[in-house]
């Protein structure tokens, strides 16, 4: 069964440092592209981060220089880190597989305000 578990949300203020954790279920992370999503209120859910199985990473041009996402391979866990955070990165963040976006978690929340 497939199944993504995100946590690591919270409240940060502006500048501030946060890093999520997604541990997933039923299927290996290293053999497929992995992504980070979030959802503002009011707005699509939209990719933010990918990295591929050959490890290659991608970003959304509104968090380039400040998330980095990375993989646990043991532990079958996929990480954002983010540094330098906005207002407007409030949301709620999800992991998913871009080529599947299917058993979507219940998600993080992250709220940046001062």
């Known amino acids: 069964q497939v199944q993504f578990v995100e946590s690591g949300g919270g409240l940060v203020q502006p500048g501030g440092s946060l890093t999520l954790s997604c541990v997933a279920s039923?299927?290996?992370?290293?053999?497929?592209?992995m992504g980070w999503y979030r959802q503002a209120p009011g707005k699509q859910r939209e990719l933010v981060a990918s990295l591929s199985s050959a490890g290659r990473s991608n970003y959304a041009d509104s968090v380039k220089g400040r998330f980095t996402l990375s993989r646990d391979r043991i532990k079958n866990t996929l990480y954002l880190r983010m540094n330098m955070l906005k207002l407007e990165d409030t949301a709620v963040y999800y992991c998913n597989r871009p080529t599947r976006e299917d058993h979507w978690g219940q998600g993080t929340q992250v709220t940046v305000s001062s």
């Open positions: 039923g299927f290996d992370v290293r053999i497929w592209d």
